[in-house]
């Protein structure tokens, strides 16, 4: 055989592997391009408040900040960030000022290339740029339906999961809460009464409602005391927590995710929580994957 020919083998082989994890329906290579989308965004004489209401009506972790130089990012976690530090309502902030300079990844680069540099630049969003401006953006969140309409896998959540949660007491307040979540740099908290038992859990959203509803009453000082200080995590938490078993596979969580639109799900082994899956450690598993 000669050289030409094992050269062509090889490459059928592995692409031949490659195919068996993807359905048919998809191409060979899935890039950024493919699954970007068209920039959710507001101009740069937006407020923060402004951000937020975005933020909640499209159901999204950030929003794109078109800023009279350039263009930035600002998040839910930035967000949160502002709320800790900031002692004025947010509809005294400027959203130029807050935004944080966004991630730029070339259109053509592979989906687990991309999911690798989410990880390791923490971020939940990728800018795609075109002439200078952005023209899409690429988010964790379509990241994780890409891998559940793709991919069939026997990958089970044990695989991917993050054991452990961090967890307050309903008395303890929005500031303390939220600066928890802020500094240990998670997504969620799990409330539990003096038992241990899970009575809610809270995310970013949660807070970011919050901060919209105290914004907009009259002579509040809920901003000016420090946000939220004097308001118990009990008021603002979600009741009903979304749980799978350990069983429970990769693909049925993602399906979850998007179904839902959340960001993750607890874990529970004999009715206890030992865990959460977010869409961080889906992502997690795409950047281990084969291109």
């Known amino acids: 055989m000669s050289k030409t020919n094992i050269l062509e083998n090889i490459t059928l082989s592995y692409f031949s592997h490659t ?14 391009e493919d699954l970007a989308k068209e920039p959710i965004s507001i101009n740069h004489n937006a407020t923060v ?40 309502n947010i509809k005294e902030i400027p959203a130029e000022e807050k935004m944080q300079k966004g991630i730029t990844v070339d259109r053509y ?29 690429l988010t964790k969140h379509d990241l994780v339906r890409h891998y559940y309409e793709n991919y069939d896998e026997s990958a089970r959540i044990t695989n991917a999961m993050s054991v452990g949660s961090f967890f307050v007491m309903p008395q303890t307040t ?3 809460a939220l600066n928890k ?10 409330i539990k009464d003096e038992g241990g038992n899970p009575v ?44 799978v078993s350990t069983n ?16 993750g799900v607890a874990v529970t082994s004999g009715q206890k929580i030992i865990g959460f899956v977010t869409e961080k450690d889906i992502v997690r598993h795409i950047a281990q994957m084969d291109i």
């Open 200 to 243: 809610g859990i809270t995310t970013f959203k949660n807070f970011l409602n919050c901060a919209i509803y105290h914004s907009n009453r009259y002579e509040d000082n809920t901003f000016l005391s420090g946000f939220g200080k004097k308001i118990p995590i009990s008021q603002i938490m979600t009741k009903n927590v979304i749980t």
């Open 19 to 32: 195919l068996l994890k993807q359905k048919h329906s998809i191409p060979l290579i899935t890039t950024a």
């Open 174 to 176: 929005l500031y303390d």
């Open 49 to 88: 408040y402004g951000a937020i209401e975005k933020i909640i009506e499209c159901n999204i972790s950030g929003i794109l900040v078109r800023g009279s130089k350039s263009d930035g990012i600002l998040s839910q976690k930035e967000i949160a960030g502002i709320l800790l530090s900031e002692q004025k």
């Open 248 to 263: 429970t596979a990769l693909t049925k969580v993602a399906k979850i995710l998007i179904e839902y639109r959340i960001h």
């Open 181 to 190: 979540m802020h500094t240990n740099q998670i997504s969620r908290l799990l």
């Open 109 to 137: 680069a592979p989906i687990p290339n991309c999911a690798d540099m989410m990880l390791r630049q923490k971020t939940n969003t990728l800018l795609i740029m075109e002439d200078g401006r952005v023209s899409g953006v």
